[in-house]
């Protein structure tokens, strides 16, 4: 099978609640999680940062939030939104602004760059996060030729219909790996996104599935059975050279 490649497990919505932040904790304290997205512009960001420092959690990126989307009566209708995302200037003072509070909240940059529910997928959010992450000098999901990212670890569909099937260790060990041997290059990393939390009152489509990947990721034995599909559990940190995230 050649050398293990490197698996990133990083949970996005840090910080969205204090119960969020918990089960992402707990999913890295007795799990295989590596990683975490940040939002910081949430009430409860300044404790998650604290906490994640505490627990030792230093792999942390910044989690672009510009709004929520939820799909309810036959369409998605935004739970809130932040700015306009068609104003280009408005985006990137807005990334901007939180660029600067993420620095405040943990003391450096971050260790690489994503969007809540991948807003940046679309202009203009795409440009003003990929000029940001260029930089930063650290990957922007999706654009990162070092990094692909895997998505697959989800349950509900697009639509947010449950899809507790793909809530199992068997599917997480089969969508890896899958995503192993569709990457060609064996240097590139894989990151494994995830959203353990242990909130269930959250207002939003994705809840009471958080608390089942955090069963799912602190499983016994996971690690090992990860390390016998081909894969090294590892950071973003480590894929950004020393004298990034400035």
């Not at 000029?131 to 692909?148: D, F």
């Not at 569909?157 to 199992?168: D, H, I, K, N, V």
């Not at 260790?169 to 939390?197: F, K, M, N, Q, Y």
């Not at 799912?216 to 090992?224: A, E, R, S």
């Amino acid at each position: 099978m050649g050398r293990d490649r490197r698996l990133i497990v990083n949970a996005d919505d840090l910080g969205y609640t204090e119960a969020t932040t918990s089960g992402i904790l707990h999913a890295h304290a007795h799990g295989i999680l590596t990683s975490a997205s940040l939002m910081v512009r949430r009430p409860a960001a300044r404790d998650a940062a604290e906490r994640a420092a505490a627990a030792g959690l230093h792999d942390l990126g910044l989690h672009l939030d510009l709004g929520e989307w939820v799909y309810r009566g036959d369409r998605w209708q935004p739970l809130y939104e932040v700015v306009d995302r068609e104003d280009a200037a408005a985006v990137a003072a807005e990334c901007r602004a939180q660029l600067a509070a993420f620095r405040d909240l943990v003391g450096r940059g971050p260790t690489h760059l994503d969007s809540h529910q991948h807003v940046h997928l679309d202009e203009p959010v795409r440009g003003i996060a990929l000029s940001i992450a260029t930089e930063l000098g650290v990957p922007l999901r999706h654009l990162a030729p070092q990094v692909v990212h895997c998505g697959g670890f989800y349950g509900q569909s697009g639509r947010g219909e449950p899809a507790p099937e793909l809530l199992t260790v068997d599917s997480l060990l089969r969508l890896l790996a899958e995503a192993r041997d569709e990457t060609a290059d064996a240097a590139t990393a894989i990151e494994l996104g995830c959203h353990p939390g242990w909130d269930d009152d959250l207002d939003t489509m994705y809840r009471r599935e958080r608390r089942i990947e955090v069963d799912v990721l602190t499983t016994p034995g996971l690690q090992d059975e990860i390390a016998a599909v081909g894969f090294e559990l590892s950071t973003f940190a480590a894929l950004v050279p020393k004298g990034s995230q400035a």
